[in-house]
């Protein structure tokens, strides 16, 4: 069986929507897919349609943006309540600091660079929760770089002059919403150095004391050495890990089912869930 717990779609920064996401799921081979947007459950009704007319088992989630000490995380939330008040006020939250930062993003971009917010707006989705990757394929299209991933090398990378945070909760809060609304909290890709600053072990020890159930430790951004270290890590948590594309269609080099994630790690993710897989 082969299982990816980590996909987007236009409902946050992916290119493809999210039926199309599940199709593309069952073109690769998969046998199950995870919907993880940013900070929204937007896509859940498309995919779960696409899940069954193609037959690929559909596990629905959400990527949480949180902090801790500065750093941003981001915990992957699968099996939750969509209508957990707490949870979604969080999100709401979270969404529209997102598109404050985007719009003040952009206004420090556009005195360099030919970008308008109405070139961001043409990059998106109807119900699009916009973010610094629509600003970077405003930023491709206006010819000033060549891809996403050079865009985030360079204008928008943190520490730039254009680049401002946003809210988001803090990490072990977030996991224990996650809970609190019947999900199951992984964190992503802990070890991503390439993208910036990581947490350290004493925070993810915090996050697994609030309730966090796993670690993305298969991951494209993470080495074999830091795959090592984060079993490791695990283990001694009382963690499981997983493992995954973090797929964007067309946004980010990722292909579907690159990573995978163990079944077994699967049925414990459905026993601790509130919502069924859809198959």
Not at 149 to 171: E, I
Request: proline letters at 4%.
């Amino acid at each position: 069986m082969r299982i990816d717990l980590h996909t987007h779609s236009t409902v946050s920064d992916g290119t493809q929507e999210p039926g199309e996401v599940v199709r593309a799921a069952a073109a690769a081979g998969l046998d199950v897919v995870a919907l993880t947007d940013h900070d929204t459950t937007a896509g859940w009704a498309r995919a779960a349609d696409a899940a069954l007319r193609h037959r690929v088992a559909l596990v629905r989630g959400a990527e949480i943006s949180a902090r801790a000490g500065g750093v941003s995380v981001h915990v992957l939330s699968y099996l939750h309540d969509p209508a957990h008040v707490p949870l979604l006020d969080e999100l709401d939250r979270t969404r529209d600091a997102r598109t404050t930062r985007a719009r003040r993003m952009v206004e420090l971009v556009g005195q360099d660079f030919p970008v308008t917010w109405e070139d961001v707006l043409a990059q998106t989705a109807e119900g699009t929760t916009i973010g610094r990757p629509h600003i970077a394929d405003a930023l491709v299209a206006a010819g000033v770089v060549a891809d996403r991933s050079a865009a985030f090398a360079t204008v928008l990378a943190a520490g730039t002059a254009y680049y401002v945070p946003h809210y988001a909760p803090d990490a072990a809060t977030a996991v224990a919403l996650v809970r609190a609304a019947g999900g199951v909290p992984v964190l992503a890709h802990p070890g991503a150095r390439m993208r910036g600053r990581v947490v350290g072990d004493e925070v993810i020890e915090e996050m697994a004391g609030a309730g966090l159930a796993g670690l993305e430790v298969f991951h494209r951004d993470h080495d074999a050495q830091q795959r090592e270290r984060l079993q490791g890590l695990a283990q001694d948590l009382g963690l499981f890990v997983t493992g995954s594309s973090d797929y964007h269609g067309a946004g980010k080099p990722n292909r579907l089912g690159e990573n995978t994630t163990a079944p077994a790690v699967l049925e414990q993710i459905v026993d601790l869930g509130r919502l069924d897989v859809i198959r």
